[in-house]
């Protein structure tokens, strides 16, 4: 049996090409990670209690691998997902992992099985595959482990070797496991990033509600356009002594407005209200998205925009679970006439960095390299979500360096909330980069020494400077 | 003079990996060919009649041949096609072939290339490049070998080893041929599929007296919407009696539609009778998707949606040619909103299978793999039509697995009119399978015993499964 | 320190498949340069001048190379190019130089380092790379050089080994330069090729001034639609005097028309006196495109439309320093239904010839090569600006030739106004052509000797034919 991780894996086969990708590799394999975006539940550090069992640890949270079974057929409540409706999940962990084991086969060809053989291995020193053989092994394995200190939340993040990392919160969110870590005297860098759409997307659940919370935390008169403005001031300057160094937008679309103030005055007004029709929604978290790198140019926070997913497409599963259910889908998405609006306004800025993302990857090379290979402002993100693979990194750099250069991209995020995968995901980056560079090189593209220099800068130098961290 | 087919063609360059996906190809590359969807002739194994002669056997009726030469500026009278307009075409089999011969270097690159080569080599035992120079010399071999017994249509079909195939007919054909067939008492496996365009598609030739028609044949009433229903299940039932495990729909867009029960009446009714506008058209077929749906939960056929392509874009050559001139033009196709009534009503039903086509490539990552990668009742079915090609077939792993997993996939169809190429086709798909899980093995992201567990699972188990044959 | 050129690079890195691939390079490398299509100054061929510097050469003109400085917060003020509003331009050569070469590893990646370092060694014999300290050594080489009477336009064109060059001309260029080069009795083979925008788009600067001195310059009476269709043909006719083998239309999208003439003559007298909504200005554009391919019909000239550029997205780069400043932005290009309307009217004309451009990769598999493979007029123009680049050009090998075959592409344009980048050009599309060819003979999809046939085709046949030249 092959162990779960050879040491060449991911890089290119060629022996010539794998020799130039192994030593571009090893000069950066050790590096600390810096993770500038990403959804790990502050709580842990915070509290640092065990996790608590296998299952719960890699399965229910994980939307990328119930989403796989459900899709085969399995249901989630036996997946012990919980229902909003009443009904009744499963509640054994062995007998969640069982299930997870017994269709490991499914994750054949995808990140998913990837990451997980890699913390298997590296967390769990497992070297058989997991299957429905394997799968009391793994489970006791596992459960043992979790119990030591050493796999609580902190020890995990020295271990994993973290520089920095950032959570997503909130506006509304007090930042309370972010005080504690602080006050814990803990050395582990955790950091805050402002995702303000609750209190910005007119279709956010409890929209209305929000704005008045958004007063109260903020102490500013959110019933005027000024007020909701200067609340928004707030908060960034809070999130920013919880060192956030970045925003995070999550809209439908990548369009961008620039009204005159009364029309946005009057809109806020509309929405505050409502209720508001399809394209008044839209147009509100246009303009918030201009009024947003208005605000990034006076404090200086990095902005995020993660457009195109059409959220939770399964109105069974959302009626039954809610959000975050493995049913987002990606959509065509328009860049070039969406953002010119902000662009028009603060395009030029060099003091402004926006960092843009896709789920439709036929932007990458007709869009998003395009406009980042020409505009100050403009960075291209790592491939997001569904293209946070081996094949969708390769797509990426194809399709956007040639253009764009590698140094209008801005390293790697993991963008996780499974936090065992973090390492995982890293190393995958890593590995990719290093067979790209290795490709080039052994094509003369590129001389060695250039790509050495090129590994570092997309692994640590590159996501520092374009995050500030 | 090189051999036309080479043992490792289309095998991965590099040795290494060619030598492990030559031991996959080697697992499967006598399997034989469960062949889902196609458009075969079912006269041929009913009548079991010989092929007239070479060219009426691989020219006349294969667009993808006559297509590119008429791109050339081949005059289609000259290559045989019949003309609607009363034109006289070449009626001599050798001239055609000649012509077909002289140009045949227009193909090389493409699929058909291998196809022909493929059929050439392995059954009339050619090793000459076709050229105008052994134009003759093919078409006296060709043409002595269909005259013999060996080579009549029941004869190839189990020389080809096919398991099972289906053809596409519509519910106005009586289906006398899958009857002769069943009669005869020939071993081969022929089933048919229900393909309702005729009588689903308002804007479908001679729509409203097909609709008349369908009433005739079924025995319904299909001037009431509830009698036009009871006509589509009674035309199923007796489909299913020919062995028909599937049904298939060709419309331009995938758009579906869950229309309350009284606006579905008053629009049957808007239909039948005429005229429709554009968008009532659409929403028409848009509805009857989803009562396709409906009927296959009840009576467990698989539905096959093939949208996207603009049919006949070559007004003149329709006009004098009629429908399948090889104008028929992909545009781009969206899923993720079309698709949404008929998933909000049937998406999670786990004994439904809709099996999902495209000719837009950009949808594979981007819309295809995330839905099928989470909703029970969807499959995507293999690269179609002008992506049933090696580079194709690549792209189409390359951008669907990670996403969606091997085992959301469905195996190859064939899906051709042109009865030689079946075994090559065939063929290609798994040198590419092979070659693709080849590539998994050596960069370590897969084992060499899982790959030939999905090498057999890709060309045999999952095609049997999904189309329940 | 490796040489800036490595005989191999480009090249396939297998050794088998290098081997192949050099073989099939060796036979094309020193084939005469074919330009059917560029941007070259003609002033610099009539008056023969030396070209004054190294920025003036490289920097300021290439708008490749300044976007990408521009991206990364350098002033194009500070990069020499010239600001409409007064502002005022670094004027010192070597100062822009140094700025230059001390951010030239922001192209690495990229085909204008391929085609810089090409040139640096191939022309001025530099032999280590471009950096700050290298600054003074490139700087003083380069002026060195383009004193001397070998780097003069004419000397350099004729060491290009340059068959025939086209440049591109408005209807409103009186040709004089072009006029100068056939007084002077030199032997370059320098034609011009019509480019009409100016007096066809009514939202091209000058539009409504431009028609009136279209009127005088070709003594048509331009006040009415007859007169404005005669001084096209009279145009025409003057251009292909001077060689013009084609005409050329760079409009917004590919929209075509084919208005009832009642419908057209009021259409342009309303373009005419104006102003027009954008849709009339829109279904001008599509229109004249329709009469552009009658006119070819009558008089030969290649039509090729190089449609989907947003142009001059920067607005406020736009006003300071006009267009053509590296922010013209590829957006989604339809072809399927914006070219109906004419090639219902001529498509199926074999002796017309319309050489599609698309900056929207998606349309090769999906639109493009479908509809080349079965128009007669139409043939596929190779990768055009962005995606005139190693990745750019085997992206559209692997997605065209499956549907569309080799022989419906026209071989290469390098599309330029650089011009030392012109060998480097032709010698990438020649490497990758081999490459991608060199991998059809590894695969046993070709034979060699087809392999060399084509890539002699590809490099000089083709473009010979498609073009006329």
């Given at each position: 049996m092959a162990p779960l991780l050879h040491p060449d894996r991911l890089l290119p086969s060629l022996p010539d090409t794998r020799a130039i990708a192994r030593r571009l590799y090893d000069g950066i394999k050790d590096l600390p990670i810096v993770s500038p975006h990403g959804h790990t539940d502050p709580r842990w550090y915070a509290e640092n209690e065990a996790f608590p069992d296998p299952s719960t640890l890699f399965v229910v949270p994980d939307h990328y691998i119930f989403r796989m079974l459900y899709s085969q057929g399995i249901d989630l409540l036996d997946l012990g997902v919980p229902a909003k409706d009443g009904s009744v999940s499963e509640r054994d962990s062995r007998t969640i992992w069982h299930r997870f084991a017994a269709h490991y086969h499914l994750f054949r060809g995808t990140p998913t099985r990837v990451w997980c053989d890699h913390a298997f291995s590296t967390l769990f020193d497992l070297d058989v595959p997991l299957s429905a053989v394997t799968a009391d092994l793994y489970f006791d394995r596992i459960s043992e482990r979790l119990a030591q200190p050493a796999y609580r939340p902190r020890a995990l993040f020295e271990r994993f070797n973290i520089e920095v990392i950032a959570t997503t919160e909130s506006p509304l969110d007090p930042l309370k496991h972010h005080?504690?870590?602080?006050?814990?005297?803990?050395?582990?860098?955790?950091?805050?990033?402002?995702?303000?759409?609750?209190?910005?997307?007119?279709?956010?659940?409890?929209?209305?509600?929000?704005?008045?919370?958004?007063?109260?935390?903020s102490g500013c008169d959110t019933s005027t356009w000024t007020g909701y403005l200067a609340a928004h001031r707030n908060r960034r300057d809070y999130f920013k002594s919880f060192g956030a160094t970045s925003s995070d937008h999550g809209h439908p679309s990548a369009a961008t407005a620039d009204l005159p103030l009364s029309d946005a005055e009057a809109l806020y007004q509309k929405v505050r209200k409502g209720p508001v029709s399809v394209a008044e929604a839209e147009l509100f978290r246009a303009q918030m998205l201009t009024e947003m790198a208005r605000m990034s140019l006076e404090d200086g926070l990095v902005m995020q925009i993660h457009p195109g997913s059409v959220r939770n497409h399964n109105r069974f599963?959302?009626?039954?679970?809610?959000?975050?259910?493995?049913?987002?889908?990606?959509?065509?998405?328009?860049?070039?006439?969406?953002?010119?609006?902000?662009?028009?306004?603060?395009?030029?800025?060099?003091?402004?960095?926006?960092?843009?993302?896709?789920?439709?990857?036929?932007?990458?090379?007709?869009?998003?390299?395009?406009?980042?290979?020409?505009?100050?402002?403009?960075?291209?993100?790592?491939?997001?979500?569904?293209?946070?693979?081996?094949?969708?990194?390769?797509?990426?750099?194809?399709?956007?360096?040639?253009?764009?250069?590698?140094?209008?991209?801005?390293?790697?995020?993991?963008?996780?909330?499974?936090?065992?995968?973090?390492?995982?995901?890293?190393?995958?980056?890593?590995?990719?980069?290093?067979?790209?560079?290795?490709?080039?090189?052994?094509?003369?593209?590129?001389?060695?020494?250039?790509?050495?220099?090129?590994?570092?800068?997309?692994?640590?130098?590159?996501?520092?400077?374009?995050?500030?961290?």
């Open positions: 005080a504690t870590i602080r006050a814990s005297g803990w050395s582990g860098r955790v950091v805050t990033a402002y995702r303000p759409d609750s209190v910005v997307d007119p279709d956010f659940d409890g929209f209305r509600d929000n704005l008045v919370a958004f007063g109260t935390i599963l959302f009626n039954r679970f809610g959000r975050d259910m493995g049913a987002d889908i990606p959509s065509q998405t328009n860049y070039v006439q969406a953002l010119k609006p902000l662009l028009d306004r603060f395009g030029n800025e060099k003091n402004l960095t926006i960092i843009l993302f896709t789920l439709d990857e036929t932007a990458y090379s007709r869009e998003l390299a395009p406009l980042a290979g020409h505009y100050p402002c403009l960075r291209l993100g790592p491939p997001w979500w569904f293209f946070d693979s081996v094949e969708g990194m390769k797509r990426f750099r194809e399709q956007a360096v040639e253009t764009a250069g590698f140094y209008n991209t801005v390293g790697f995020n993991d963008d996780t909330r499974a936090f065992p995968s973090i390492p995982a995901r890293h190393d995958v980056a890593r590995r990719v980069d290093a067979g790209f560079l290795a490709e080039l090189v052994a094509d003369h593209r590129l001389r060695e020494d250039e790509a050495h220099e090129l590994a570092h800068d997309l692994t640590y130098r590159l996501v520092k400077d374009a995050y500030k961290l």
